[in-house]
């Protein structure tokens, strides 16, 4: 079989990364910032010959998708439920401004995207990026040979990014991803793994 080429790409903004407030499976729209840089994602992909996209079913990956879909010229967007992003629990739609007396160790953990937080009724890291990378496999399969464009979330590019990287899953990245920015990786089989230099909108 041969292989898919995938290229994770991080939402537009929201009011909510904006405010600094943790999204999670919280629906939170983009806003006219995040369409613009829809827009902005749509060109900078315009010759790399995508033949598909496919996103998160959350509404700031799924809008980004279909914006970007629409201007390519694509069948609208495909939406994989394994492409959601970390599952936070509690604190969901909590400002950090707040978590700072809620929880100050646990905000501290937040900013430095430590995978190893644990949220209180939310995923472990283990079950979150076991369901992603079971996605990015699912959406390999089923587009061999092509490249595809998966519209997602942030800490899903840092699960992926560690992975790729063989790293550990626990480890703390220096970057966090920005609106916009991409990784690309080949998928063959149950096999993930980087496919040439990184790139941001």
Request: proline share 5%.
């Amino acid at each position: 079989m041969d292989s898919a080429h995938i290229c994770l790409t991080r939402h537009g903004e929201t009011d909510w990364n904006r405010l600094g407030i943790l999204q999670g499976w919280l629906d939170v729209p983009i806003n006219d910032r995040g369409r613009e840089q829809a827009h902005t994602m749509a060109e900078h992909f315009a010759a790399t010959g995508f033949s598909a996209v496919w996103s998160s079913p959350l509404v700031r990956a799924r809008e980004t998708a279909e914006i970007i879909a629409q201007r390519l010229s694509l069948p609208a967007p495909q939406s994989h439920f394994g492409m959601k992003e970390r599952h936070f629990g509690a604190i969901q739609g909590i400002p950090k401004s707040e978590l700072a007396e809620l929880n100050p160790v646990l905000l501290e953990q937040i900013l430095r995207r430590n995978p190893a937080a644990s949220f209180v009724g939310g995923e472990s890291m283990d079950e979150f990026a076991d369901r992603l990378l079971a996605a990015c496999a699912d959406i390999g399969s089923q587009h061999p040979g092509q490249m595809v464009l998966v519209v997602t979330h942030g800490w899903v590019l840092d699960a992926v990014l560690r992975h790729i990287g063989g790293v550990g899953r626990t480890a703390v990245l220096h970057e966090k991803p920005k609106n916009g920015e991409s990784v690309w990786v080949t998928a063959r089989k149950s096999t993930l793994r980087a496919r040439g230099p990184q790139t941001a909108v």
